[in-house]
């Protein structure tokens, strides 16, 4: 992360505390000073050995965090065999737009990956899309070299369908709702496969929705967003 940091020109963030100057000597010394000043940084003890302070560095807690979820329902229209929220009581994120702070410390951390899960949070996620665009925005104000992805996990039970209801707002189409995504800085759709057509289909207890899913993807891709598979066999 500290390689991350200097190749994108940003100061330590809260993950760099307990470093010493001589992670960075190449920095110069009004530098440290700075960082010093905000409590990015801090002295080491006298007599801390390398492998002692490499050790506080990989017990950070943040340290690792590579992508971020946000479960902003565990309501779903399916009633998937395997689904863990299969009994839950029901709940949804009543100000997903709350979370934006949370988004913007993430941010500044270096993560570069958000999702979006439920539930199925295209249904009753309702406010979702606001949070993925304040995301979007607040990215803006960084300059990390890997792009932000912004990923959706669904069900698919939109793909081919006309004048239907999405976590609050009204779509004539998927078309319509694909654009919207897209408008709101969702870059990824991520489809979840639990095996062959069949299995699937009983799994999900919707038929033929695994076939819905392939032929979909194509129209998810010349909406301007990657489309994804999570596959189970």
Do not use: K, M
Not at 3 to 21: D, S
Request: aromatic share 10%.
């Amino acid at each position: 992360r500290l390689q991350a940091l200097q190749e994108a020109g940003r100061p330590l963030g809260e993950t760099e505390r307990g470093l010493t100057c001589s992670a960075l000597p190449e920095v110069d010394p009004s530098s440290w000073r700075s960082l010093r000043d905000r409590g990015w940084v801090r002295l080491t003890p006298p007599g801390l050995s390398s492998a002692d302070l490499a050790l506080v560095y990989r017990r950070n807690p943040l340290e690792n965090v590579r992508r971020v979820g946000f479960e902003i329902t565990n309501r779903c229209n399916f009633a998937c065999r395997h689904c863990r929220n299969a009994g839950a009581t029901p709940a949804t994120e009543g100000n997903p737009l709350r979370l934006a702070e949370a988004a913007e410390l993430f941010l500044s951390l270096g993560i570069r990956r958000f999702d979006f899960i439920g539930g199925e949070v295209t249904r009753f996620g309702d406010g979702w899309l606001g949070l993925a665009e304040a995301i979007r925005r607040l990215d803006e104000a960084e300059s990390w070299p890997s792009p932000l992805a912004i990923t959706l996990y669904t069900n698919g039970w939109w793909l081919g369908a006309q004048r239907f209801e999405a976590a609050g707002r009204r779509y004539q189409d998927e078309t319509e709702f694909l654009a919207d995504l897209h408008r709101h800085g969702v870059t990824h759709v991520l489809f979840s496969i639990d095996g062959p057509a069949e299995l699937h289909d009983e799994w999900r207890g919707h038929p033929g929705l695994f076939q819905r899913i392939l032929e979909g993807i194509p129209r998810v891709r010349a909406a301007g967003l990657a489309p994804c598979l999570s596959l189970i066999y």
